[in-house]
């Protein structure tokens, strides 16, 4: 019995110690100062601010279209028998494009070869006539007279055989224009007939566009008009290609502003090597009127919810909230320019990080922030 409630008391012993130990480790976690966990962004989350060149002008819009084109249209009326291009397909000039046959052509191109050779027996029958007077009339038995009526009627038949002959020219022509052919280099973008179509003289066959040179035709508001001239510099942006900034230079001014929409039409002209560019897209962009030196930033790191905008800057591994003033908006590439508020240098927080409160502590996961572009 005394060994049994010995054994009893070790344990109860144990368990308080045990229950002591713990309530010590417990006091002692709870009394711990917790550690702030950073937020660990991306690059593509921070922006670096950096001074670049910032232009000003006024604002053209419109649509690309081809610099030179070329109509191709029936010269001759009969039935298309082939068509030897395709939409899309690259041409040089003088290539065949398509074949037509007239019939009535066959018949023409005979009776113009028959007209040239009864002109031709004429003339040789004329000038043997000729011949045999000129010999009888050195020997005194033909008259003058009858000479001179030889040489004429041989002066005659000749004047038919040029007629003939330009006749059969003319014939000849007609025929070659049955052989339809590109009359510049490039690619075919419309075809609107084919095999077996019956086509008039002045009938649309293709549609040739030079894709080494594009045109922007764009308008721009009358109240601009003095900061636009021909050879400045345009910058725009193009549906279909996100992200890229191509360039042109403003080739002619027209000299009339539309009278509804106070618009003036500006066409463009932009080099498209490569032939990346095609006709009847959209662009926007801005004539490079004036420049000057600044701050731009992404949009998406401008919070305008406000009465003033504000940013998130990053400063001593914390997140700040600056209030900010805006500038010039440049649409084409999605930025805004900061006049004050925050310094090339400074690193900003953009898109989805905007919602990060001000005092968090962040870690930036690349070692260097992109610039801001």
């Known amino acids: 019995m005394m060994a049994r409630s010995m054994g009893v008391a070790a344990l109860a012993l144990g368990s308080a110690l045990s229950l002591a130990a713990c309530g010590q480790n417990g006091e002692a976690a709870e009394g711990a100062p917790k550690k702030e966990e950073a937020v660990v962004l991306g690059s593509e989350s921070v922006v670096q601010i950096v001074t670049e060149e910032i232009t000003t002008g006024p604002v053209i819009s419109?649509?690309?279209?081809?610099?030179?084109?070329?109509?191709?249209?029936?010269?001759?009326?009969g039935t298309v028998v082939a068509v030897l291009a395709e939409k899309g397909q690259a041409v040089r000039a003088g290539q065949p494009l398509a074949r037509?046959?007239?019939?009535?052509?066959?018949?023409?191109?005979?009776?113009?070869?028959?007209?040239?050779?009864?002109?031709q027996q004429s003339v040789s029958v004329a000038a043997r006539?000729?011949?045999r007077n000129q010999t009888l009339n050195a020997a005194g038995a033909v008259a003058d007279r009858d000479l001179e009526a030889a040489r004429n009627q041989l002066a005659a038949a000749q004047s038919q055989l040029a007629a003939a002959r330009a006749q059969q020219a003319g014939v000849q022509k007609?025929?070659?224009?049955?052989?339809?052919?590109?009359?510049?280099?490039?690619?075919?973008?419309?075809?609107?007939?084919?095999?077996?179509?019956?086509v008039a003289p002045g009938g649309p066959?293709?549609?040739?566009?030079?894709?080494?040179?594009?045109?922007?035709?764009?308008?721009?508001?009358?109240?601009?008009?003095?900061?636009?001239?021909?050879?400045?510099?345009?910058?725009?942006?193009?549906?279909?290609?996100?992200?890229?900034?191509?360039?042109g230079t403003v080739q002619r001014v027209n000299p009339a502003a539309d009278p509804v929409t106070r618009?003036?039409?500006?066409?463009?002209?932009?080099?498209?090597?490569?032939?990346?560019?095609?006709?009847?897209?959209?662009?926007?962009?801005?004539?490079?009127?004036?420049?000057?030196?600044?701050?731009?930033?992404?949009?998406?790191?401008?919070?305008?919810?406000?009465?003033?905008?504000t940013v998130l800057r990053l400063a001593g591994g914390k997140v700040e909230r600056v209030p900010v003033t805006l500038g010039t908006r440049v649409s084409e590439t999605d930025r805004v320019e900061i006049t004050s508020g925050v310094n090339a240098g400074d690193t900003l927080l953009t898109g989805a990080a905007l919602g990060t409160s001000p005092g968090t502590r962040v870690t930036v996961r690349a070692s260097a922030a992109p610039a801001a572009r």
């Not at 594009?214 to 008009?225: K, T, Y």
């Not at 003036?264 to 490569?274: C, L, T």
């Open 62 to 77: 419109g649509t690309l279209a081809a610099d030179r084109d070329a109509q191709v249209r029936a010269e001759v009326g």
């Open 174 to 198: 007609q025929a070659g224009k049955t052989s339809v052919r590109s009359p510049i280099s490039g690619v075919v973008s419309e075809r609107p007939v084919s095999a077996g179509d019956v």
């Open 263 to 309: 618009m003036v039409p500006v066409y463009v002209s932009i080099p498209n090597n490569g032939g990346r560019l095609v006709a009847g897209l959209f662009a926007e962009g801005r004539v490079q009127a004036q420049a000057r030196q600044g701050i731009l930033v992404p949009a998406s790191a401008v919070d305008e919810r406000g009465v003033q905008p």
């Open 100 to 119: 037509i046959d007239d019939p009535a052509m066959g018949s023409q191109s005979i009776s113009a070869e028959s007209a040239v050779r009864a002109a």
């Open 129 to 131: 006539n000729v011949e």
């Open 205 to 247: 066959l293709f549609t040739i566009v030079d894709p080494g040179s594009m045109r922007l035709e764009g308008n721009v508001p009358a109240a601009d008009m003095g900061q636009v001239r021909p050879g400045a510099t345009v910058r725009f942006t193009v549906t279909g290609y996100p992200g890229q900034t191509f360039t």
